[in-house]
């Protein structure tokens, strides 16, 4: 809706609309992860609101979008883990920001009127990714706080000491201070994680900021070292530091082997800062990791400290946001794709099209409730966007350039490779087919049961197909019955190519239980979980005979997974699969030297926390394999803490304020063994 000649009470009614739409929006960003708009879209949404409220000055509320902060720990995300909240020394606010040049150089304008002298920007790279503050006192970290609502952040102190770039100590420094800035993950880590979501069923993240948020909220410490998270810091602040200029602060962050930016650049004027801009809109394409603009910072501190604040964000700094590149193209069709667990993801086909240096002919639409949002129509021309500037997604229909003729793609309701009934879980956007012997799912679950990260055997996609279309294996103990006569009726396989595979799928029934577990591809169950519950439940009877309360005992494990671990036991096929693996001699129980030793931490729940001799895993299993049982945080129920070389400063707080005894590395020896 236009504001010209806009009525008072035509404002309102939109005021209250774009209000509702954006607290909206802000819970599915920040909370959720889950976001169902572009950036660019909700930024037009916000600059709208914020010129009908300058339309209209006594509409304007306290609590609206535009004055508020976007909050990451309003109404926990279903699933997600409590931590404990802090109130931030110094507020963590939000950046201005524009598409516009003309804005850019009125920004320019309000800080020269302001300055009356001459003065430097420092331009820098706008990371994708969650806002982070880190506290230091006397060069030790003591604190990581997301922004949380800019007042109030969550502590995840313990999942950022496992990003390696972080460091915990930077040696004697005499002055305390916070250290901001971005965590995020680099496309690499991004596609990985994405891959290993889709294999187990669960829906991939949007992007990589969403993927950096939700690792770093939702998951334990060891998950948090494995997702590949990185950090770029770009903002100190403290009393009486011994800076004149933000770009000078930054160079000694970076003495201190801070992980600083690269790609920074001091800027004289304006006409700088517009070449910075235009490189980066074009080099940003190459960079491991997704940028969406440019932050231009009055680098003298002093003229920051005179500029000040408004409510949202500071006065002298804003950011310049690239538009979204978008292609516009021909839908051509729609297919259907069945995954390993059942899931059937539509794709749609497309006249091929240049998008950031590479042609797309197709693109994910996610899910049915998707296709429905976007009104989506076969033969419409749809913009299509690179998420992360990774994978191709469409965001919008052209419906100005909609033929006569279009018609809805329709969704089906049986499966497209087996004539399945379709079904649709009310608590999940994703419609299944439940039949285990459809093609692409018996292959696929082959696929997924040889892979290097669960059984190793020696093969691919061609391999499973011709075995497959023989009728060699229809379930996964089939590969067990293999042999020499069988392998060399495949086209191309000779006599040295059959045997190297059988010698693979021999030495598989050496792979330790837990990737036997993760082989069977228990929906939502992933290489972690798998060795949680194993390092917990000790055998694979002890999964069978467990209730849905016994698998939420299991740290990390929640509702989600223990309802599929439980649907799964409850088949007598399933059980009888593991049957027939066990007598082909696959190791259905914890026989490491970790498992099943004594009972002498029986009752007694043990917070690990530090560095050791040994990986953190083998501790957490000692202390399972002694009757213990393993828990992340600290609280008036934890018999001992755990604490190695570099302890958690908080945990060994809590600890002592609760009364819970602190035992060395050295002691914990002592009790197990005595």
């Given at each position: 809706?236009?504001?010209?000649?806009?009525?008072?009470?035509?404002?309102?009614?939109?005021?209250?609309?774009?209000?509702?739409?954006?607290?909206?929006?802000?819970?599915?960003?920040?909370?959720?992860?889950?976001?169902?708009?572009?950036?660019?879209?909700?930024?037009?949404?916000?600059?709208?609101?914020?010129?009908?409220?300058?339309?209209?000055?006594?509409?304007?509320?306290?609590?609206?979008?535009?004055?508020?902060?976007?909050?990451?720990?309003?109404?926990?995300?279903?699933?997600?883990?409590?931590?404990?909240?802090?109130?931030?020394?110094?507020?963590?606010?939000?950046?201005?920001?524009?598409?516009?040049?003309?804005?850019?150089?009125?920004?320019?304008?309000?800080?020269?009127?302001?300055?009356?002298?001459?003065?430097?920007?420092?331009?820098?790279?706008?990371?994708?990714?969650?806002?982070?503050?880190?506290?230091?006192?006397?060069?030790?970290?003591?604190?990581?706080?997301?922004?949380?609502?800019?007042?109030?952040?969550?502590?995840?102190?313990?999942?950022?000491?496992?990003?390696?770039?972080?460091?915990?100590?930077?040696?004697?420094?005499?002055?305390?201070?916070?250290?901001?800035?971005?965590?995020?993950m680099p496309f690499a880590s991004f596609n990985a994680l994405n891959e290993e979501r889709a294999d187990i069923g669960d829906t991939p993240f949007a992007n990589p900021r969403n993927a950096a948020a939700g690792s770093l909220k939702t998951l334990d410490p060891e998950e948090v070292r494995r997702r590949g998270l990185e950090c770029v810091l770009y903002h100190i602040i403290g009393d009486n530091l011994p800076f004149k200029y933000h770009s000078e602060a930054l160079q000694w962050a970076a003495s201190r082997h801070f992980p600083i930016s690269q790609y920074s650049r001091l800027c004289l004027d304006m006409d700088e800062v517009r070449q910075y801009i235009e490189e980066w809109d074009t080099r940003r394409k190459e960079l491991p990791f997704a940028t969406d603009g440019i932050v231009i910072k009055v680098d003298d501190l002093a003229l920051q400290a005179r500029l000040g604040y408004t409510a949202k964000s500071p006065r002298w700094a804003t950011a310049y946001k690239f538009k979204p590149e978008q292609a516009l193209t021909k839908l051509l069709s729609v297919d259907y794709q069945v995954g390993r667990t059942g899931a059937v993801t539509p794709v749609a086909n497309l006249d091929p099209v240049s998008l950031s240096g590479t042609t797309v002919r197709r693109a994910s639409l996610h899910n049915a409730d998707q296709m429905e949002q976007l009104d989506i129509h076969i033969g419409d021309y749809v913009y299509v966007e690179k998420g992360g500037e990774i994978i191709p997604k469409i965001t919008g229909v052209e419906v100005s350039k909609r033929p006569q003729d279009a018609v809805r793609p329709s969704f089906p309701t049986l499966c497209p490779d087996c004539g399945s009934p379709l079904v649709k879980d009310e608590s999940e956007a994703r419609h299944y087919c439940t039949n285990e012997a459809c093609p692409t799912r018996v292959k696929g679950a082959f696929l997924h049961f040889i892979s290097r990260k669960a059984m190793n055997i020696n093969a691919g996609d061609a391999t499973i197909d011709q075995l497959y279309d023989k009728g060699y294996i229809k379930e996964l103990p089939d590969l067990y019955r293999l042999d020499m006569e069988k392998l060399l009726t495949l086209d191309g396989w000779k006599e040295r190519s059959a045997q190297n595979f059988l010698d693979s799928i021999a030495a598989s029934v050496r792979v330790p239980f837990s990737r036997v577990l993760f082989a069977l591809g228990i929906r939502h169950v992933g290489e972690t979980t798998a060795r949680t519950l194993t390092a917990r439940m000790r055998s694979i009877e002890a999964m069978e005979k467990a209730s849905k309360e016994d698998f939420l005992e299991v740290e990390d494990i929640g509702e989600v997974i223990a309802d599929s671990l439980v649907d799964y036991f409850a088949d007598s096929g399933h059980r009888r699969i593991i049957e027939e693996l066990r007598g082909f001699g696959l190791q259905f129980a914890d026989n490491s030297a970790a498992a099943a030793v004594s009972d002498r931490l029986a009752g007694c729940t043990v917070v690990v926390s530090g560095n050791f001799s040994r990986p953190r895993d083998e501790m957490k299993a000692l202390i399972t394999a002694h009757g213990g049982r393993n828990t992340s945080s600290v609280s008036g129920r934890t018999t001992y803490l755990l604490a190695g070389e570099k302890a958690g400063p908080e945990k060994l707080a809590k600890a002592e304020k609760s009364g819970v005894k602190i035992i060395s590395e050295e002691e914990f020896y002592s009790i197990i063994n005595s």
């Open positions: 809706m236009g504001n010209k000649e806009i009525s008072k009470k035509q404002a309102q009614e939109r005021i209250d609309f774009l209000r509702s739409e954006l607290n909206r929006h802000n819970y599915r960003y920040y909370v959720l992860n889950d976001p169902e708009i572009t950036d660019f879209e909700y930024d037009v949404m916000m600059m709208e609101l914020a010129s009908l409220e300058k339309m209209y000055p006594e509409l304007a509320t306290q609590d609206s979008p535009t004055v508020r902060v976007g909050s990451d720990i309003e109404g926990k995300a279903p699933g997600a883990r409590e931590f404990r909240q802090y109130r931030h020394r110094w507020p963590m606010l939000s950046l201005g920001n524009t598409y516009n040049i003309g804005e850019l150089q009125d920004f320019d304008r309000r800080v020269r009127e302001a300055a009356g002298e001459k003065f430097a920007y420092n331009c820098e790279l706008k990371f994708d990714g969650t806002a982070i503050c880190l506290s230091y006192s006397r060069g030790q970290l003591v604190r990581a706080l997301t922004r949380g609502d800019g007042t109030v952040g969550d502590d995840v102190t313990d999942n950022v000491r496992t990003i390696s770039s972080i460091p915990s100590d930077i040696g004697d420094v005499p002055w305390d201070f916070e250290i901001r800035g971005e965590i995020y």
